[in-house]
């Protein structure tokens, strides 16, 4: 069986669909090889431009089972014109596109074989959270997913039933979660210039994420709390849409009180987690939400999350709530985690964490590629 891989989308600074793209593929190709139900898989990963560093690993230790294609040029020239025509011409038994929409001139019959990843339906259910030009291009690439793709690969229940809704799919809709590696990281602190505690958001800046409100609860509890019993607030990850004005607002209301180190890369993010006394994401919405998990993992004992739905269903009564879009909630919430004990037991963390690993969904995956039961 030959299964190709689009990767095309895994270059520079990756979101979090990317991540899960790189995750959920070194996954499959790890336990295919491990595994003799899928060792007669060959994999052909597509890449724009260069070659990531896990694709060189695995194609180094793998050789003969992976093949890299490359296809060189602008990101959206590349996904809507070059690589339908490279995926054509390596005629597959299975294509993959585990971070974006399927290319609109890519396609199938019923029955066809192409699977992708549809992570949330927010360009319909928060389209303001968009830029316009992002807004049409989703919107027409998750209903050309939809309607080509013989399975739908989604992160969580609540974005399978939100496909359901808006999309209609033809194929299966199929669920292959999100998780969180073991993170032993490097020194962060010192690389990123932060100090040895704080109060920590981690995601791309962006309106969905609600930066601003997390700075505005943030700014009030400045006015009433001293620096020794008020931690920093970090802000960490890349600017994203119509967000450099509104970063610069935040630090100059709130001056070194607030830290923006901008992107952090994988290796670093165990240690940035490990050093947060509190974790709080305000997100709007969410297909899944990987940050928090990932705190978690790391063991970080305080974790304050907005009440939207998909937040309940991964992390369930083990964390702390505020009302979705209420700072002054939120910043009574950071106060109570602050002066109060409360912390996540071991236990608690285990029962989150351990639902959730690369190899089960990896597995969930390659036994519908390959159409085996479970």
Not at 148 to 168: D, M, P, Y
């Amino acid at each position: 069986m030959r299964i190709a891989v689009d990767l095309t989308s895994l270059s520079g600074n990756l979101s979090g669909l990317e991540r899960y793209a790189a995750n959920i593929t070194q996954s499959m190709i790890r336990l295919g090889r491990e595994s003799k139900r899928y060792r007669r898989i060959k994999w052909i990963l597509v890449v724009r431009n260069t070659v990531p560093e896990f694709v060189k690993e695995l194609h180094e230790e793998m050789k003969g089972d992976i093949r890299v294609a490359m296809v060189k040029g602008g990101k959206l020239f590349i996904n809507q014109l070059k690589l339908p025509a490279v995926m054509w011409r390596i005629k597959a038994d299975v294509y993959l596109f585990p971070a974006f929409p399927v290319p609109l001139l890519f396609g199938g019959k019923k029955g066809s074989r192409i699977f992708g990843l549809i992570a949330d339906t927010a360009v319909f259910d928060v389209p303001e959270t968009m830029k316009l030009r992002s807004r049409l291009l989703f919107g027409a690439g998750l209903k050309h997913t939809a309607n080509v793709c013989g399975g739908i690969i989604t992160i969580s229940e609540f974005s399978k039933s939100r496909i359901k809704e808006h999309l209609n799919p033809l194929g299966k809709v199929v669920m292959a979660p999100c998780a969180a590696d073991d993170m032993i990281g490097k020194d962060a602190v010192g690389k990123y210039g932060l100090p040895d505690r704080y109060i920590l958001a981690c995601s791309t800046l962006e309106p969905r994420k609600n930066t601003a409100l997390i700075a505005e609860a943030y700014g009030s509890l400045v006015k009433e709390m001293s620096d020794k019993e008020l931690p920093p607030l970090v802000l960490a990850g890349r600017n994203g849409w119509k967000m450099k004005e509104e970063i610069e607002k935040i630090c100059g209301e709130l001056g070194e009180r607030v830290l923006v180190p901008g992107f952090i890369d994988d290796e670093d993010l165990g240690d940035l987690y490990a050093h947060a006394d509190i974790f709080v994401d305000a997100s709007v919405y969410e297909g899944f939400d990987m940050p928090p998990l990932e705190a978690m993992k790391c063991n970080v004992k305080k974790i304050i999350l907005s009440d939207i739905t998909v937040h309940r269903e991964v992390f369930g009564d083990t964390v702390k709530y505020f009302k979705s879009g209420d700072a002054k909630e939120l910043a009574e919430c950071i106060k109570k985690c602050i002066e109060g004990d409360d912390r996540i037991k071991p236990d608690e963390i285990s029962a989150v964490t351990e639902k959730y690993s690369w190899e089960s969904s990896a597995k969930i995956l390659l036994n519908e590629f390959t159409g085996k039961a479970l």
